[in-house]
């Protein structure tokens, strides 16, 4: 299999990453609620939301890179709090990684997650055990990229990294938090599921669910 995700591909993993947020979203926000802002879920919908909107223009782009640019460049601007940089950059990266291209295999596939993993580590300052989104990113890039390198054929992989994320997801919870605002709770953020790293689950699987079986994932 040498090309993965194609721009229908592509298109069709970020309308279901968006249906997933939105039926997700009052989950997210009750997490941010214990250790954050309480508008994650909101935030991050509404941010979907939007790129679905400039998705579906009669102008929008029609390659790989072009339309993680402006799907970054859209969370950037409509999402409040510190998911929309982030995920702007993660989005941004990976279009930078990808180019100008119709379809990416697996190897560049990867390539792509590792350029937006080392994005969002530099914007936010951050690396694993930190209680962020990270800590379901990298365990999530770390394990697609092993398990292509070992020869696990793609729809094994990806599976494993959507696993791997939602496992780093788990891990949040008896974790301090270091980083964002869950860090002002000390303590306090003991005990709590990271909704950016539940937020980042739902992006893997909803990749693994659309890149293995198609749009509905069935």
């Known amino acids: 299999m040498s090309e993965i995700v194609d721009v229908s591909t592509l298109k069709s993993w970020l309308i279901r990453f ?31 939301k939007a790129v679905i909107t400039a998705l579906v ?3 929008a ?16 601007s409509t999402v409040g709090g510190a998911s929309g940089p982030l995920y702007g950059t993660l989005f941004l990266r990976m279009a930078a ?4 291209c119709d379809a990416l ?4 596939l990867a390539q792509a ?25 990298i365990p999530a890039v770390d394990t697609l990229e092993s398990a292509l390198a070992e020869g696990t054929p793609f729809d094994d992989a990806i599976r494993a990294a959507a696993d ?18 869950a860090s002002y709770l000390g303590e306090r953020s003991v005990g ?9 689950a739902l992006l893997f699987r909803a990749a693994a669910n659309t890149m293995i079986d198609g749009e509905d994932g069935k």
């Open 105 to 108: 295999g697996p190897q560049s």
């Open 192 to 200: 709590h599921q990271d909704p950016g790293a539940t937020s980042l």
């Open 61 to 76: 782009p029609d390659s790989i890179g072009p339309i993680l640019k402006q799907s970054g460049m859209t969370l950037v």
């Open 18 to 48: 968006a249906g997933d947020v939105e039926e997700h979203a009052a989950e997210l926000t009750e997490l941010d609620s214990a250790i954050g802002d309480a508008d994650h879920g909101s935030n991050l919908a509404r941010g979907m």
């Open 57 to 59: 223009d009669d102008e």
């Open 97 to 100: 990684s990808a180019g100008d």
């Open 164 to 181: 791997a994320a939602e496992a780093g997801r788990d891990a949040t919870i008896p974790m301090l938090a270091t980083k964002g605002r």
């Open 113 to 137: 997650f590792r350029a937006g993993l080392d994005g969002v580590a530099a914007r936010g300052k951050a690396t694993a055990g930190e209680k962020t989104l990270l800590d379901a990113l």
